[in-house]
């Protein structure tokens, strides 16, 4: 039930790897983000100075969650060694399954993550972020220990605010060192509060520490401000059978810094570029794309055909327009139609989480009528008109189930080259299908062109 101010509030579990945490979640009516605590060495999420910063961070419709990163077993035996309380590791890998946890639920997933760290908590809180940079969007520390965070500093991408005492001598120097180990894009303010201490229990200092919290988590975190430099999408890109080519680098992390437009969830993407296996056949890249979303990986498979190719070969040769650079153009153009299809495949799964797409109910039923497997693509008939669809819109992956008279569900588009199919999932196939699979299957041709 929601209080006089529009908050929900609720104790909850959390799943971290094999313990359960226990955390207190509240969430404003029509809140514009989310800031998770890592409390501080022999603290709790019962912190009286954490739970004052979280309750004026509600008061401006950011929903936080006060999480325990330790069990209660963890902790009786922290209270006798104090080594848990050091384990940054473990509380980095805590903070992240509590982000992971956060990004599939319902009234959290589309709000943008920010962390606030106290003490020791500040290096769990960017050891995470850098472990999660493309879903964490702001840290704020708090009298921390940053410099515990060690060489997870220099990954550190989500614009960071110190908040550190004046009178915090040896600490105000270890963050000021910890700032010097930040990538030099990342953004980060250091604020020196005037005769604080370390827990900052003089008059009016907290208060200072929660209203600059506040400024920092809602400049950062809300809904529809672009992502910071160093929080746009950046690609690990691998080449096979051929050498780094910068010029296509530059060309993946390009396309990559505009996924955020269609998820601003995303929390790694991976590419691989596979040059040509044999040089006469011209520039038959192969593209793989992955991309890491909260539940799941999206996979997208860019793989030009061979008697493509061919084509493409012989046309240059009848025209005598052979051109130097063509098989870098090549490799552009194939990059770009694989990101163009992870965008469409990002907007179909950020459909899916909001609801805003039923299966059963609101997508059209359809029934495979055609099939090219190697070409990776077939057609589908509904309502008496066929419709083109691409191995990579099939849903889990069960292209290679797919059969000839096999019932799918899917969405309709209009595509560049008439009607497509996109969210296409299998409903069932029949035996006669598979039987007649054989005489069905296209013959070997791309699409819209004509049969070798």
Request: aromatic share 6%; hydrophobic share 40%; glycine share 10%.
């Amino acid at each position: 039930m929601k209080n006089v101010l529009d908050i929900e509030r609720a104790e909850i579990m959390v799943p971290a790897g094999r313990v359960e945490l226990t955390a207190d979640l509240s969430l404003p009516d029509r809140a514009t983000g989310l800031v998770i605590f890592a409390h501080g060495s022999g603290s709790s999420r019962r912190s009286p100075r954490n739970r004052r910063v979280a309750g004026m961070l509600n008061q401006g419709a950011i929903a936080t969650i006060l999480v325990d990163l330790l069990t209660e077993q963890e902790e009786a035996v922290d209270l006798r060694t104090a080594e848990l309380r050091f384990d940054i590791d473990l509380l980095v890998r805590r903070l992240t399954a509590i982000t992971e946890w956060a990004g599939g639920q319902p009234d959290l997933q589309s709000l943008r993550i920010g962390y606030f760290g106290a003490s020791t908590g500040a290096a769990a809180a960017l050891g995470a972020a850098a472990e999660c940079p493309h879903t964490v969007r702001a840290v704020v520390s708090r009298g921390g220990r940053p410099d515990l965070a060690g060489a997870a500093l220099g990954r550190v991408l989500a614009p960071c605010l110190f908040i550190v005492g004046g009178d915090d001598p040896v600490v105000l120097r270890l963050n000021r060192e910890a700032i010097a180990d930040l990538p030099r894009k990342t953004e980060w303010q250091l604020e020196i509060i005037p005769r604080a201490t370390h827990l900052f229990e003089e008059p009016g200092a907290l208060d200072r520490v929660a209203n600059l919290a506040l400024d920092w988590f809602q400049k950062h975190l809300k809904a529809g401000s672009p992502p910071a430099e160093g929080n746009m999408t950046l690609a690990q890109i691998v080449f096979r059978n051929m050498d780094t080519a910068p010029e296509l680098e530059a060309a993946v992390q390009k396309e990559a810094s505009g996924l955020d437009r269609f998820f601003n969830r995303i929390m790694s993407c991976r590419v691989v570029i596979e040059g040509p296996r044999r040089q006469e056949y011209g520039g038959l890249y192969n593209i793989r794309i992955d991309v890491g979303v909260p539940g799941e990986e999206l996979v997208v498979e860019h793989n030009p055909t061979l008697h493509t190719g061919l084509q493409e070969i012989e046309a240059m040769r009848k025209t005598k327009q052979a051109e130097p650079h063509r098989e870098r153009r090549d490799a552009r153009r194939a990059i770009h139609e694989a990101f163009k299809e992870m965008r469409r495949r990002l907007q179909d799964y950020a459909r899916r989480i909001r609801g805003d797409t039923k299966q059963h109910e609101r997508l059209a039923l359809g029934t495979v009528t055609k099939l090219s497997p190697e070409e990776g693509f077939g057609f589908l008939e509904a309502d008496g008109h066929g419709v083109y669809f691409h191995r990579n819109s099939v849903l889990a992956g069960h292209f290679d189930r797919l059969r000839i008279g096999s019932r799918v569900r899917f969405a309709e588009e209009v595509g560049e080259k008439g009607p497509q199919a996109s969210s296409v999932r299998l409903v069932r196939s029949t035996r006669q299908g598979r039987n007649a699979a054989g005489s069905a299957l296209l013959p070997q041709e791309s699409r819209g062109g004509a049969a070798s």
